[in-house]
């Protein structure tokens, strides 16, 4: 644990949970829109981005490169610089604890003459980065990292960078968007091919900026085709509630008997609800009303019922749209009656922790039988209430922090982590909300 550690615990509330919420917005967007603000020309708006230390850190990294980025009463504004109109940081950027901020900047860096250096808290200084500097290499940058192709790393940008073509050997946005960013600033065609359909906003807010760009289905996967050098204008972006975000309280809410959650505005993008598919075919109770696009993404209000869930077999090819979710579907299966087995999860040991081996050890710390088979996680729910009574190491991992906060909220003894900083990274509020969602009779379930 660290000095700056803050213990913090669940118990379960004295009342259901119940309300109306809103979740802060959505962590994938919020980089986005600020990058491809920062790359278009004119000013760009950005209302309800995700005030969280990840977005920050892009919002940090695009000033240094030249972007001018306030925030003001209605919101965030970005003032562009135009495809290749960035400048060569003063500074080392410091991307914090997200991987997404690094691996799409490095995108951007790839094809910006210039030289720059990246680095990250220790979590990020862990994370695999060759997946992004590998593939752009081939436009012309020439990158140096440490050992094992990790943080910090040196950035060469390529004076006339060349188009990428580029299979992804992982499903994973990130380095699909890090090939995209790249291409913006080189002639012709960048191709990018995926093997499985992954998280598509870098795609919908190219289009939104002006970018031409042309999407094909290949199989499970798609290939994703962008003319080079485009003149991206600004254009202003509604971010939407965090579907990664809103499976939190909606957890909860499955968990402790009579609870009753509306959440409006979530971001419903089909390559994102992974989770709320295998919740409903667990038995949930969730509606999805109002269903709308706002700026090019579906969105839509949720209404949440507690109720008995079962266990369920989840295909490999589910994995990519909710990636991010495996630790808060581990939760909602200790609770449920039967086996749940989650399969293909080997990208989990790449995120801000191992959290596949994170969340094994956090459920097995509080009464939950499980297992490991490969990359399957086994988890044996028995119907009841998990029993909880553990300490859990969120190792710098903000999503295995609340999804312990979560259990405990259901568990018949508290749940402790030792850390809850990292959960600003991605839901600045987090303990305020959930306290509030158990009313004045809850009492405080979240408590240091
Ligand atoms: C993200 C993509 C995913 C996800 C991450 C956000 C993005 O990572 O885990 O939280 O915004 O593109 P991978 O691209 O590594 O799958």
Known sequence: MNSAAKPLSASRPGAPLAGTLQVPGD?????????????????????????GEDVLR???????????????????????????????????????????????????????????????????????????????????????????????????????????????????AQVKSAILLCGLNAPGITRVIEPAATRDHSENMLRHFGAEVAVAIEGAGRVITLRGQPELMAADVAVP??????????????????????????????????????????????????????????????????????GIDVPAERAPSMIDEFPILAVAASFAQGTTRMRGLHELRVKESDRLAATAAMLAANGVRLE?????????????????????ETHMDHRLAMSAMVLGLGADQKVRIDDASFIDTSFPGFVALMNGLAGNGGGSPLAA
């Open 372 to 392: 490991i088979d490969g990359d399957d996680l086994l988890v044996h729910g028995t119907g009841r209430p998990a029993a909880g009574g553990g300490l859990v």
């Open 58 to 172: 892009t919002a940090a990294a695009m000033r240094a490169l030249g972007a001018e980025i306030t925030q003001g009463p209605a919101g965030w504004t970005v003032i562009g610089r135009g495809v290749g109109g960035l400048r060569e940081p003063e500074d080392v950027l410091d991307m914090g604890n997200s991987g997404t901020a690094a691996r799409l900047l490095a995108g951007i860096l790839a094809s910006s003459p210039g030289f720059a250096v990246m680095t990250g808290d220790a979590s990020l200084r862990r994370r695999p980065m060759r997946r992004v500097t590998e593939p752009l290499s081939a436009c012309g940058a020439r990158f140096e990292s440490r050992s094992g192709g990790r943080l910090p790393l040196a950035i060469h940008g390529a004076p006339d960078a060349l188009p990428l073509d580029y299979r992804l050997p992982v499903a994973s």
């Open 27 to 51: 962590k994938s967007i919020s980089h986005r829109a600020l990058m491809f603000g920062a790359l278009a020309l004119g000013e760009t708006r950005i209302a309800g981005l995700l005030e």
């Open 241 to 310: 509630g965090d579907p990664s975000s809103a499976a939190f309280p909606i957890v909860a809410a499955l968990l402790v008997p009579g609870s009753a959650l509306r959440l409006e505005g979530i971001g419903l993008n089909p390559l994102r609800t992974g989770l709320f598919t295998c919740l409903r075919e667990m038995g949930a109770d969730i509606t999805v009303m109002n269903e709308r696009l706002e700026g090019g993404e579906p969105v839509g209000d949720l209404l949440v019922r507690h109720g008995t869930l079962r």
